[in-house]
């Protein structure tokens, strides 16, 4: 099995995620361009992700889908990068990495797609409301500038990537917490290097 990193993905896609942690990681990779209308569903790429959805990679024989555990899987796969805390202090780095693909990617889309649970559908919804997702994650972010302690981390790609999107898309509350948060991460050079890697796959526009 080849332990190359293939990289399936499209630039107006989850995939920028994806992105981002790789240029962080800094490993050579290699990049497969799906199309919405063809690649996506064609065979080759179901057998990669039966789902039809991106991003995925490729590494050493595994398939890795779903941009947190690429995120988790890379901070992992090459420690070098120092991209994850030591197993000693992964709480917070678990628990915001997924609280972020679970109850916030959830609540957003709910509330996207015109669905507001009910007082009493909130116990049942494992993000219970967009509000309340809205005030926890900016609780964890009030008090130190990562997500995960005072160092950044694997989680504030993905994290940080949620809220940036949120307050662009207004999906997510321009907070205080959320706008420090986003301008620490925003600069750093291999999210820069990876939006003018994306931004220059983008279609045309007329």
């Not at 920028?16 to 569903?41: F, N, S």
């Not at 917490?177 to 290097?193: K, V």
Request: charged letters at 20%.
């Amino acid at each position: 099995m080849s332990n190359e990193l293939v990289f399936y993905t499209n630039p107006m896609s989850r995939g920028r995620i994806a992105r981002w942690m790789l240029e962080e990681v800094g490993q050579p990779y290699r990049t497969e361009i799906l199309d919405y209308a063809t690649t996506l569903k064609g065979a080759d790429y179901l057998a990669i992700n039966p789902m039809g959805k991106i991003p995925a990679l490729t590494h050493n024989g595994a398939v890795i889908t779903e941009c947190a555990a690429i995120c988790a899987y890379l901070a992992d796969a090459f420690p070098q990068a120092g991209l994850a805390p030591p197993m000693s202090d992964r709480a917070d780095y678990y628990r915001w990495l997924f609280f972020a693909a679970g109850p916030v990617e959830a609540a957003v889309t709910a509330k996207s797609l015109g669905f507001e649970p009910t007082e009493d559908q909130q116990r049942m919804a494992g993000w219970g409301s967009l509000a309340h997702v809205t005030d926890a994650l900016e609780g964890a972010l009030k008090t130190r500038d990562f997500i995960a302690g005072d160092r950044f981390s694997a989680a504030d790609v993905y994290v940080g990537s949620q809220i940036g999107w949120g307050m662009q898309f207004n999906s997510i509350e321009k907070r205080p917490a959320f706008t420090a948060y986003w301008e620490r991460l925003f600069n750093r050079p291999a999210g820069a290097r990876a939006r003018a890697i994306d931004d220059a796959l983008l279609p045309p526009q007329p």
